[in-house]
């Protein structure tokens, strides 16, 4: 074998540039000076993203099959066993990293959005206490968001997947003296671990089916056992998986905890809870696409889940006033569109949507974050407004952001949406309603989305006059990100345009190879319906552009009207506003009741085990040590004194003979003497 | 010349009236001179065999002995006063500390 290229040889020091500064700032950030730190983290992530390109060039450049592995060393020997099947199985967990077109593309975005985003936050974080601590944490997420990304098997996959659900929850939970950062941050690690434990089950049931975990082999494995499709271990295993990707991506039902992730600072908000992880889910589908071919029925459920999820949470996004949680249901609903991509079987369309998604819901976060902190801490949007001219860099990249977000053609957005909506409706596994459901939430996207612009840089000022005061651009080393990222948020969307718009969609065929043939089914129907696509691209522009022009009617032309139609709508308003109340709801189905069970146990604890269990055995004891105390007493004790009684029964009457007169003695002295000398003289 | 049998008979006399003095007094002080009075007549008995036998050895004998009785006297005499001083009595048969 050949020898690997240089970066991909080198492919494991990526994850590990960020994991050696992680532990530098954990073990001994305290002690060192806020520049330094910045430096090292900084650094470490822009070595990961240098080595990301070197990757990227190299894995260009291979011969043959694009696609490089590097095993660093065993890490898990499972041993031989036999599979459900009955073949004879040994695998081994690998610590191992795969680089293909996908996972290019991925460490691509992951280390490139996550440089800028660190970046950022020297501004943002400069005057909060624990730097140290945020950057370690930040880096430590790199660490394990790389890890997750470059597995080459779902085990060291899951490594990282847990990583960076650790890492969101000691984010969101960064200002833990807040009593509500500290619950967001619980209530995110909970959520998450229902979506982990089908993922877990799901790994358990691959290695167990198919013998192997590596996502090189289980393709192959899938075609040596001559799976048909649908078969039945095949969908449970999907949706196993599936409902990992819902908890980690945030999709219904478990989609509570991404609007209360908001409560960590904005960077984490940008880099975690928009740009990288919770697109993990989506990777991890688009990753085990061999499985999710073979089911069929999973698949039309990932569809369903991610277009229901995508209108329901844009839904929510149109009343919430609070510019982070607009975003953060804006989102899901983007997240919804990904999966809606895979479930229709464009997985490409998916992750390409990823990647622009990271652009330019990353560039709104650092936005918000900006607006926040000229802001001096305030999020509602309804004491914004009028800011365009007092933080012009941030209120245009801000509004390139809407503008890709949105959809409109040219940037970023419009190429990777539409390319959804139009394999959603076209795609082989697609259909009018989940086409339809697309574009009503592209609608709703625009209307958010304009709505959060209008109300926070245009018409009029409703901060107070102190924050007036000092209202200041934000410093240099967060508007130069905001710029880089608007730059490829307009830009990021040029790899992939399709073919009915003269490109040549250069981004699926970079995937192809990953996706297969597939991709080769779906470029053929593009072919056949050009102009019904052009037709549905100019539908979903003029759905967007509508919905821009809703808001721009409701919140600068008639800024009454809102009003109006919440007084008209008040129940249909409230039902939004209070976000459908899902999470009272969950509070009663489900949280009430584990706190109704945990009471029970407790009752349970208290009554049977400290009551029957703990209590009754210190009776227990109490009772034998009585018992033998007797024994002591009476037996051995008795035993003891029996025999000095014995002993002063005999000695009684010698010890008459001592009476202590003197006299008395002597008298027996003389006797004796008497008597001797009678023996004597009488013998 | 005096018999020896009558100093013999003298220092028996003085001997038992020391015995029966030292057996039937309760007072130490008298105890204490009755020991005397049987140190005397021990001392009688060394000096008469001296002089029949004709050897100084038994007078030496005696003077030791009336040496060793003065040491006695100052030693029971004093152990006697820190006793009164304990306990009020010169009593003997009430100074039975020994008992036991």
């Known amino acids: 074998m050949n020898p690997l290229p240089f970066f991909i040889d080198k492919l494991w020091l990526i994850p590990l540039f960020p994991a050696a500064t992680a532990l530098l700032m954990l073990l001994s950030g305290r002690w060192l000076q806020n520049r330094l730190i910045s430096l090292l983290c900084c650094g470490s992530v822009f070595l990961s993203f240098l080595f990301s390109v070197g990757a990227f060039w190299q894995l260009l450049s291979l011969p043959g099959e694009r696609i490089a592995e590097k095993i660093l060393f065993d890490w898990i020997p499972a041993g031989s066993f036999l599979t459900s099947s009955g073949h004879l199985s040994s695998f081994t967990a690998q610590w191992g990293f795969l680089l293909d077109p996908l996972s290019a593309v991925m460490i691509l975005v992951v280390s490139g959005v996550g440089f800028i985003i660190h970046v950022y936050s020297i501004g943002y974080m400069g005057h909060e206490g624990g730097y140290y601590r945020f950057f370690g944490f930040l880096n430590l997420f790199m660490f394990s968001m790389l890890t997750l990304v470059l597995a080459n098997n779902i085990v060291l996959m899951f490594v990282g997947w847990e990583g960076v659900g650790l890492c969101s929850y000691l984010l969101i939970g960064f200002y833990f003296l807040r009593r509500s950062a500290a619950d967001a941050g619980k209530k995110a690690f909970i959520v998450n671990r229902i979506g982990d434990s089908g993922f877990l089950l799901g790994i358990f049931l691959i290695a167990t089916t198919l013998g192997t975990i590596n996502f090189r082999q289980i393709p192959l494995a899938l075609e040596e056992m001559h799976f048909s499709v649908g078969a039945p271990v095949i969908t449970a295993i999907t949706l196993l998986l599936f409902v990992g990707a819902i908890g980690k991506s945030a999709q219904l039902p478990l989609y509570v905890w991404l609007p209360d992730a908001m409560e960590g600072p904005t960077p984490v908000s940008a880099l975690i809870h928009a740009a990288t992880m919770v697109t993990a889910g989506v990777y991890m589908v688009a990753r085990n696409h061999a499985l999710y071919s073979l089911a069929p029925t999973t698949m039309h459920v990932v569809a369903v889940v991610g277009a229901l999820t995508a209108v329901y949470a844009a839904s929510m996004g149109l009343v919430q006033n609070d510019i982070k949680r607009v975003l953060a249901y804006s989102t899901i609903s983007q997240l919804g569109y990904m999966f809606l991509a895979c479930g229709v079987g464009a997985f490409a369309a998916g992750i390409f949507h990823l990647s622009t998604h990271a652009y330019f819901k990353a560039l709104l976060f650092l936005g918000s974050g900006s607006v926040i902190h000229a802001l001096g801490g305030e999020q509602d949007i309804r004491k914004m407004g009028g800011l365009w001219k007092k933080i012009p860099v941030t209120a245009k990249t801000f509004l390139v952001a809407a503008l890709a977000i949105a959809g409109i053609p040219g940037l970023s957005g419009f190429f990777s949406k539409d390319e959804i909506l139009w394999q959603s409706f076209a795609g082989p596994l697609g259909n009018r309603a989940l086409w339809a459901i697309g574009v009503l939430t592209a609608g709703m996207t625009g209307f958010y989305m304009f709505r959060l612009v209008f109300k926070t840089f245009f018409g009029q000022p409703r901060y107070s006059h102190e924050v007036d005061h000092h209202i200041h651009e934000s410093p240099r080393s967060m508007t130069i990100p905001l710029v880089i990222l608007a730059f490829l948020s307009v830009a990021g969307g040029w790899v992939g345009i399709p073919a009915v718009l003269g490109g040549s969609n250069r981004f699926e065929h970079f995937l192809q190879p990953v996706f297969g043939r597939r991709a080769d089914v779906v470029l053929a129907v593009n072919m056949h319906a050009h102009t019904q696509e052009i037709q549905l691209m100019i539908f979903s522009v003029l759905v967007a552009v509508l919905g821009i022009f809703l808001a721009y009617y409701f919140y600068l032309r008639r800024t009454d009207a809102p009003e109006k139609l919440v007084a008209r709508f008040s129940a249909g308003y409230r039902l939004l506003y209070r976000k459908y109340y899902v999470d009272e709801v969950y509070d009663v189905l489900f949280v009430n009741r584990f706190k109704d069970a945990g009471t029970a146990l407790a009752a349970f604890d208290l009554g049977v085990i400290d009551g029957w269990g703990v209590d009754g055995s210190s009776w227990l004891t109490r009772f034998t040590a009585s018992r033998s105390m007797w024994t002591d007493n009476w037996i051995v004790d008795g035993a003891v004194r029996a025999f000095g009684f014995f002993v002063r029964l005999l000695s009684y009457p010698v010890r008459m003979i001592q009476a202590g007169f003197v006299q008395g003695y002597a008298l027996s002295i003389v006797l004796g003497v008497l008597l001797l000398l009678g023996y004597y003289l009488l013998r | ?100």
């Open chain 2, 1 to 100: 010349m005096i018999p020896t049998s009558n100093y013999l008979m003298l220092s028996a006399v003085l001997f038992t009236i020391g015995v029966i003095g030292v057996l039937t007094r309760r007072n130490i002080v008298i105890i204490l001179m009755s020991i005397e009075l049987i140190l005397n007549a021990v001392n009688i008995n060394l000096v008469v065999f001296s002089r029949q036998l004709g050897s100084v050895a038994g007078q030496v004998f005696a003077i030791f002995i009336i040496t060793d009785a003065a040491a006695e006297v100052v030693v029971g005499l004093g152990i006697l006063i820190a006793l009164f001083r304990n306990r009020e009595t010169v009593n003997a048969d009430e100074i039975d500390l020994l008992k036991w």
